[in-house]
């Protein structure tokens, strides 16, 4: 009777033992993406027509189509110091490309071995091709899980008609 109830317990206690090994301790949001927000006249503003972005050097589609929006979420390349984006905008009978350049340095993020490794990015500067954009702020360079905007991209201003 002794016996078995040693062995119960050195039973349970070797389960307690794997089982608290199991966890694992990874980031949830472990999604590295730069937030841009669109501007005019100093307010946040949406684009009402059609909005498709590509990674110039890969033909990558990052957005397609997307439709009245104010902000974007895209994903940096690893292995370049500099992406560059073509941002189209279309409508009624009329397509505007402008083409953005991000600088940037990428560092690996590792947390455990239990846990993907990612790339974080510390964005260096920022320029447009200026056919639609006026200018592009960085806000924050740091490109991580954190959601923050990371920088505004600035239209030019709005033109009143009397």
């Known amino acids: 009777m002794k016996q078995s109830k040693g062995l119960f317990l050195a039973c349970l206690f070797a389960l ?3 089982y608290s090994c199991d966890t694992i301790d990874c980031t949830l ?3 590295v993406a730069m937030y ?3 501007y005019q006249d ?3 503003t949406s684009i009402n027509d059609t909005l498709s972005i590509t990674a110039a050097d890969t033909s990558v589609v990052l957005l397609n189509r997307q439709l009245k929006t104010s902000s974007m979420a895209l994903s940096l390349s690893y292995s370049y110091p500099e992406d560059t984006l073509l941002i189209n905008v279309s409508g009624d009978g009329y397509t505007i490309t402008d083409t ?3 600088e940037k340095t990428s560092t690996t993020h590792f947390e455990s071995p239990d846990c993907p490794v990612n790339m974080f990015h510390k964005i260096t500067g920022v320029r447009s091709t200026h056919m639609f954009i006026d200018s592009v702020t960085i806000t924050r360079p740091d490109v991580d899980y954190l959601q923050d905007e990371n920088i505004q991209i600035h239209f030019y201003p709005s033109v009143d008609v009397d």
């Open 36 to 38: 841009c927000n669109f």
């Open 29 to 31: 949001n472990n999604t």
């Open 16 to 18: 307690l033992g794997l």
């Open 42 to 44: 100093g307010k946040l």
């Open 100 to 102: 953005l350049w991000i």
